[in-house]
């Protein structure tokens, strides 16, 4: 074995998940996942969700493909093993064994650490926070037609202003940057003010810009928005727009059309003799903001390879203003596939979407890097419920299902998403569901699992 541990035993059984030369993950048919069993009601989630996960692998797979688990600690567990809240062992074993899941944790008070969370995507580098938010039939919402929303979110998880480089007003460092900025850069900060700092850079946008298209390319998805206020903010968020549009541009150009490429194309389809100045015309005509006679020569260049019929196998990349979004998402849900945002837009959106089709509650998550990934309920520890077997495991679970699409075991996600979906359908629900829903029953914990496990 590569790796050596100070307190953790490598599993008797099953096959360390590798990465080929091109970056990409090997899976064997009996991988080893790690799980973090997480605080509060941490054991409850997670003992339901092992039990519905385990049952979709043997259903999907019979004896041919199996999960070893590797217990893994941080947190509160961590604490009483190790005397420290997030171990190295831990940080290892991901580094090692790449792919996980964990449930909430506590923030310890005081202890040196800001939030275990945190720590845990920036020591592995986890730096796309991914956020799947669809609809299960039968779950109650606060829209119409809350199942036209079907979007995945990349949300830049480790620069903006979100990053937490900032100073509390009247700091010696508050008052240095504002002298600063004031006196050598000629602007009028007021003096009263605290400083946060919003750096995004090449790098930080072009990786995140990649996961987000290759998400798109492996899983078929229409299009990618790239979500910003690069009208106000241009040389932070903007620049995020256009490096964004610059990669997909260089990196992913056989597969994807802009959309301002697109409304040429399609535009060139129904009327094919016209000149660039005159389709410049008709597409003014049509709405479109006005294009460069150079743009569109751009775009007619791409006929061969993104003209006719082939146009409608490209994935559409386009942006969209923040704010416009939050409308968007409301009013045409159904035109949006895959979100790429910088971290604070995206903090927002994912709350938001997740609520519009009332799943705030079991919305699922993971942060994922390069070849190593993290897969987590949303919630936190919920520390009044710990160990009473009455939470909803909907989020860990869920989690549970984009880690098997990461591996490439679609088959158990698709079983678990039908298993939850009949189990709600059903009106067999948590305490938390059941309250919204009239002449529903309220199961414990376990119980939804075990109606979970029938219903597969
Ligand atoms: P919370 O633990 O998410 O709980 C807030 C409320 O949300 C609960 O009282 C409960 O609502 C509902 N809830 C949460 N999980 C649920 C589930 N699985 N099923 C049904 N209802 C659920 O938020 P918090 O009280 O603000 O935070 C508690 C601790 O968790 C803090 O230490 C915080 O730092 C930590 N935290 C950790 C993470 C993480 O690890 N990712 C995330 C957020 C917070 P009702 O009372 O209405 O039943």
Known sequence: MAVEFKKLAHPKTGTAITVDARGELKVPDDPILLFIEGDGIGGDITSASLKVWNAAVEKAYGKKRKVSWMEVYAGEKAHAKYGEWLPEDTLAAFRHYRVGIKGPLTTPVGGGIRSLNVSLRQFLDLYACVRPVRYFKGTPSPVKKPELLDVTIYRENTE??????????????????????????????RLDSGIGIKPISITGTKRIARAALKHAVARKRRSVTFVHKGNIMKYTEGAFRDWGYELAKTEFRDQIVTEREWGVLDMRKKNAGQTPEELATTLRNDGWEPYTTDEIKAALALEKTHGGDKLKSKIKVNDRIADSTFQQMLLRPDEYDILCTPNLNGDYLSDACAAQVGGLGIAPGANIGDAIACFEATHGTAPKYAGLDRVNPGSLMLSGCMMFEYIGWEEVAKLI?????????QKRVTYDFERLMEGAPKLKCSEFAAAIVENL
Not at 162 to 181: M, Q, R, T, V
Not at 417 to 425: A, L, N, R, W
């Open 417 to 425: 998403y039908g298993g939850i979906e009949k189990t709600i359908q």
């Open 160 to 189: 903006d202003v979100y990053a937490g480089i900032e100073w509390k007003e009247g700091s010696p460092e508050a008052k240095k940057l504002i002298d600063y900025i004031n006196k050598e850069l000629k602007k009028n900060i």
